[in-house]
């Protein structure tokens, strides 16, 4: 074995937290689902995350994993097969106990194309995906019941990521009782092992969850009710916060309001800058015309005025010239990307035989700023000769184009941008530019699929050894360049999240929220302070 590796120790409460309280979360849009298999954008992602557990998770603020419901787990020396002994009396919120049959059952949803995953991709490395994944089984063979609390995941490739897929949703763990009672409307019914449990959920008005009572961690969660007023437009949100009727304005701090919360001293000390791996960019559907050529891809990345659109935002963001954000392992700095270059665009969609271009839809998320900056885009557009309509939609019409295949030809990514589910590069590769994400509800926009570059992504992927870390990650840099060639997408800007919380998440009174259990948003890294 490559070693016994322990839970650590238990996550330690703060020794002045006090339990109870509630708090209250605005979102503009509703949540399209809260079943872990399914729910896929920032907004449901965390709540999720509050509702259920996974094998998996990051010790708070880190990028360091550590067991959740495993107890431990063992490695084998090929790095293969991994061996999870679960933590005994932890229950469903249903009052039954976990056990790995879940584990096992759970797995086999989320890669069985019935379930229409978005993330089935995540979990290829696994014995038996591909039979699963064809219609062929409906069981993955590498996932096997050892004992009520032993499970053995057995992989057909070594896998570096394999422990960072242990920890995101799509790993978390669903009672098979609850998924046949409820079925396509489990998303509406969830029942996880999570530290809240939903209390209510009026479409189209609020969701509220509430403290788990016998959640495994005990001690936590703090919050007893959590309160998701739905319909609210930030910039309410925001009026709302500064009267103190809510709490969180979810949807973050307006960009049409940032200046003057941050020209305001008293303002400035409740809002809370989140890091994240984070990329927005212009997907460009490669199975369409005239997208199907690259040079017509090559010249939308010429046109794009990166640093016009930065200023939009009030300069929380700088320019993209790839996929990567540079925070993340494997992000080349010498790369230098599209130089905005609006004659060589033109002279690039002449050699495709545009040279009087042409009309097309830019998809994008009716959030401020996002329809701003796709009239920026637009604006870019049209001086290369591509007159483009823009299509403004709520979040879930643009996820619903985007994946699928006649949907969109280009989406502005905005509110929905990349945000990696774990801190390794794979993470930028498989959903959205492998082939594995050019799937019917899948994350791959562009529809883009190069099997050299799926190839050599999993030769990246097969160097476990932490000492060729560097070898591994040049290989993906190599693999970000050729995508970069190959132009599905238009990287604009990697960006930082900003938002705010009431005075009563704050001094010496505040309500206390954990780290881990904060549904609010999922990438944000929040400072001590703040929970």
């Given at each position: 074995?490559?070693?016994?590796?322990?839970?650590?120790?238990?996550?330690?409460?703060?020794?002045?937290?006090?339990?109870?309280?509630?708090?209250?979360?605005?979102?503009?849009?509703?949540?399209?689902?809260?079943?872990?298999?399914?729910?896929?954008?920032?907004?449901?992602?965390?709540?999720?995350?509050?509702?259920?557990?996974?094998?998996?998770?990051?010790?708070?603020?880190?990028?360091?994993?550590?067991?959740?419901?495993?107890?431990?787990?063992?490695?084998?020396?090929?790095?293969?097969?991994?061996?999870?002994?679960?933590?005994?009396?932890?229950?469903?919120?249903?009052?039954?106990?976990?056990?790995?049959?879940?584990?096992?059952?759970?797995?086999?949803?989320?890669?069985?194309?019935?379930?229409?995953?978005?993330?089935?991709?995540?979990?290829?490395?696994?014995?038996?995906?591909?039979?699963?994944?064809?219609?062929?089984?409906?069981?993955?063979?590498?996932?096997?019941?050892?004992?009520?609390?032993?499970?053995?995941?057995?992989?057909?490739?070594?896998?570096?990521?394999?422990?960072?897929?242990?920890?995101?949703?799509?790993?978390?763990?669903?009672?098979?009782?609850?998924?046949?009672?409820?079925?396509?409307?489990?998303?509406?019914?969830?029942?996880?092992?999570?530290?809240?449990?939903?209390?209510?959920?009026?479409?189209?008005?609020?969701?509220?969850?509430?403290?788990?009572?016998?959640?495994?961690?005990?001690?936590?969660?703090?919050?007893?009710?959590?309160?998701?007023?739905?319909?609210?437009?930030?910039?309410?949100?925001?009026?709302?916060?500064?009267?103190?009727?809510?709490?969180?304005?979810?949807?973050?701090?307006?960009?049409?309001?940032?200046?003057?919360?941050?020209?305001?001293?008293?303002?400035?000390?409740?809002?809370?800058?989140?890091?994240?791996?984070?990329?927005?960019?212009?997907?460009?559907?490669?199975?369409m015309a005239p997208f199907d050529n690259v040079k017509v891809r090559q010249a939308v990345n010429m046109a794009i005025n990166k640093e016009r659109i930065v200023k939009i935002i009030n300069n929380r963001a700088v320019p993209a010239n790839q996929p990567l954000p540079p925070s993340m392992p494997g992000y080349?700095?010498?790369?230098?990307?599209?130089?905005?270059?609006?004659?060589?665009?033109?002279?690039?969609?002449?050699?495709?035989?545009?040279?009087?271009?042409?009309?097309?839809?830019?998809?994008?998320?009716?959030?401020?700023?996002?329809?701003?900056?796709?009239?920026?885009?637009?604006?870019?557009?049209?001086?290369?000769?591509?007159?483009?309509?823009?299509?403004?939609?709520?979040?879930?019409?643009?996820?619903?184009?985007?994946?699928?295949?006649?949907?969109?030809?280009?989406?502005?990514?905005?509110?929905?941008?990349?945000?990696?589910?774990?801190?390794?590069?794979?993470?930028?590769?498989?959903?959205?530019?492998?082939?594995?994400?050019?799937?019917?509800?899948?994350?791959?926009?562009?529809?883009?699929?190069?099997?050299?570059?799926?190839?050599?992504?999993?030769?990246?992927?097969?160097?476990?050894?932490?000492?060729?870390?560097?070898?591994?990650?040049?290989?993906?840099?190599?693999?970000?360049?050729?995508?970069?060639?190959?132009?599905?997408?238009?990287?604009?800007?990697?960006?930082?999240?900003?938002?705010?919380?009431?005075?009563?998440?704050?001094?010496?009174?505040?309500?206390?929220?954990?780290?881990?259990?904060?549904?609010?948003?999922?990438?944000?890294?929040?400072?001590?302070?703040?929970?």
């Amino acid at each position: 074995m490559l070693g016994l590796m322990p839970a650590s120790a238990e996550e330690k409460l703060d020794p002045n937290a006090k339990q109870g309280g509630a708090i209250t979360i605005t979102y503009k849009d509703d949540v399209a689902t809260l079943d872990p298999a399914i729910g896929y954008d920032w907004q449901n992602w965390s709540m999720i995350k509050s509702l259920f557990d996974g094998l998996m998770d990051y010790e708070p603020g880190t990028t360091n994993l550590r067991p959740e419901l495993a107890e431990s787990y063992e490695i084998s020396p090929d790095g293969t097969a991994f061996t999870f002994k679960l933590r005994k009396g932890v229950k469903f919120h249903n009052g039954r106990e976990m056990t790995a049959d879940d584990v096992k059952y759970s797995l086999d949803r989320v890669t069985n194309p019935k379930t229409q995953s978005p993330g089935a991709g995540f979990f290829a490395s696994i014995k038996g995906y591909e039979d699963v994944a064809g219609g062929k089984a409906e069981s993955l063979s590498g996932v096997v019941v050892v004992d009520p609390t032993t499970v053995k995941i057995e992989l057909s490739r070594p896998d570096a990521t394999f422990l960072h897929v242990m920890a995101i949703n799509f790993s978390h763990v669903v009672p098979k009782e609850e998924v046949e009672k409820y079925g396509a409307d489990f998303g509406k019914h969830p029942v996880g092992t999570g530290a809240y449990k939903l209390g209510e959920w009026t479409l189209g008005q609020r969701l509220v969850f509430e403290r788990n009572a016998d959640y495994w961690h005990k001690g936590l969660p703090y919050l007893d009710k959590i309160t998701f007023e739905i319909g609210q437009e930030p910039i309410v949100a925001l009026l709302r916060l500064q009267k103190g009727e809510v709490d969180v304005p979810g949807d973050g701090i307006p960009p049409a309001k940032f200046q003057e919360v941050m020209a305001d001293p008293a303002q400035k000390a409740r809002v809370v800058e989140g890091g994240q791996l984070q990329t927005g960019y212009i997907t460009m559907n490669t199975t369409m015309a005239p997208f199907d050529n690259v040079k017509v891809r090559q010249a939308v990345n010429m046109a794009i005025n990166k640093e016009r659109i930065v200023k939009i935002i009030n300069n929380r963001a700088v320019p993209a010239n790839q996929p990567l954000p540079p925070s993340m392992p494997g992000y080349d700095k010498n790369f230098a990307g599209y130089k905005y270059d609006v004659e060589k665009a033109k002279a690039l969609l002449g050699e495709a035989g545009h040279a009087d271009g042409f009309e097309t839809q830019l998809f994008v998320m009716n959030t401020d700023p996002n329809p701003r900056i796709a009239q920026a885009i637009q604006q870019d557009l049209a001086a290369i000769g591509i007159k483009a309509s823009i299509q403004s939609l709520a979040q879930a019409n643009v996820i619903a184009a985007g994946g699928d295949k006649a949907g969109a030809p280009m989406i502005w990514s905005g509110g929905m941008a990349w945000i990696a589910d774990f801190p390794d590069p794979s993470n930028f590769y498989g959903p959205i530019l492998g082939c594995g994400g050019a799937v019917q509800g899948g994350w791959n926009w562009a529809w883009y699929c190069n099997k050299d570059l799926d190839a050599k992504a999993a030769t990246a992927d097969s160097i476990v050894d932490p000492t060729k870390a560097d070898e591994r990650y040049k290989l993906w840099g190599e693999i970000y360049a050729k995508v970069m060639e190959d132009a599905p997408w238009a990287p604009v800007f990697n960006e930082q999240r900003f938002t705010m919380r009431s005075p009563r998440m704050a001094g010496d009174d505040k309500l206390y929220v954990d780290p881990v259990h904060i549904p609010i948003n999922y990438d944000y890294v929040y400072v001590n302070d703040v929970q």
